[in-house]
């Protein structure tokens, strides 16, 4: 079971690769435990904190993105908008992410939970001797409200 995504948890994990959780990762991760399975851009994450009148730059935020999610504790994921999208990556080593669907009109992001995909990476691995630790499936369409 996937550990709850708490700012303790994250903090230990922060620790763990040798990181300090300073007061801007602390406002920046936040932003995510508040907005749990959104996929949130740099901007998005700005916009929130100027709404709540943190005195955080932008170039901070793309920063503390960018090092949570070398450090594995934000996953970044692009949906071929030119827009970097991140959320809280996954709490296990061995747990497989999500998917996603991505509307081409609207452009919002939906996750699909179900993993169909096991028994095909079971035969790559026997056939080809390649060990898969992940893949990211992303599906594009349109909406129910952009049909």
């Keep these: 079971m996937p550990e709850k995504v708490t700012m303790d948890v994250l903090k230990q994990r922060l ?11 602390r ?11 959104e996929h949130l851009s740099a901007e998005d994450v700005y916009g929130i904190l100027r709404e709540q009148s943190m005195d955080i730059g932008l170039a901070t935020v793309y920063r503390s993105l960018d090092l949570l999610a070398e450090l594995g504790i934000l996953q970044k994921m692009e949906f ?34 179900d ?22 499936v992303k599906f594009y369409g349109y909406c129910r409200e952009c049909q």
């Excluded at 406002?27 to 399975?37: A, M, Q, S």
């Design 15 to 25: 620790q763990a690769r040798k990181h300090k959780l300073t007061t801007q990762r």
């Design 27 to 37: 406002t920046v991760l936040k932003v995510f435990i508040e907005h749990p399975g």
């Design 80 to 113: 071929g908008d030119g827009c970097s999208r991140y959320e809280v990556g996954t709490m296990t080593p061995d747990e497989h992410q999500h998917h996603h669907m991505i509307c081409m009109k609207c452009g919002k992001v939906f996750e699909f939970q």
């Design 115 to 136: 993993d169909l995909l096991d028994k095909l990476e079971k035969d790559i691995c026997k056939k080809s001797g390649f060990k898969i630790v992940d893949h990211q």
